[in-house]
């Protein structure tokens, strides 16, 4: 049986290096996660005692306030999701190989940055 280009680079980091990089993607969940409730709980609109007859200047804050907090929330949520699924790759024994071509990730890159599921390579095609 002949091996595809994914399965001949597989390669798994020992356990004893993968554990800490695992510990500290959990807690970037938990602290990203806090922020996620500070940016709902800091939303103009999530206050239910704002009255809907402000001045203009009221409203103009309010709906500045409403973007910033949606853009912050997508940001998070985004971020979020690539801790998850860094955390996922490492349950699978999957953890450092790219998304998209099946090579090792640089470990360089993955020192800088450890929910990276992608390669440099692939990163900039997607760009």
């Excluded at 695992?22 to 969940?29: D, G, N, S």
């Excluded at 699924?85 to 090579?103: M, N, P, V």
Aim: glycine residues 4%; positive net charge.
């Amino acid at each position: 049986m002949m091996k595809t280009d994914q399965q001949k680079s597989v390669i798994t980091f020992p356990r004893n290096i993968l554990e800490p990089i695992k510990r500290f993607l959990e807690e970037e969940v938990v602290k990203w996660k806090r922020a996620e409730k500070k940016i709902k709980k800091n939303d103009p609109f999530a206050d239910d005692t704002r009255t809907v007859g402000n001045s203009l200047e009221n409203d103009t804050d309010e709906q500045i306030g409403r973007f910033e907090a949606e853009v912050k929330a997508d940001f998070v949520k985004k971020h979020l999701v690539q801790l998850r699924k860094a955390l996922t790759k490492i349950k699978l024994g999957r953890y450092g190989l790219c998304d998209k071509c099946g090579k090792m990730i640089d470990t360089e890159r993955l020192a800088i940055k450890p929910e990276i599921t992608t390669c440099i390579n692939c990163a900039r095609d997607q760009e």
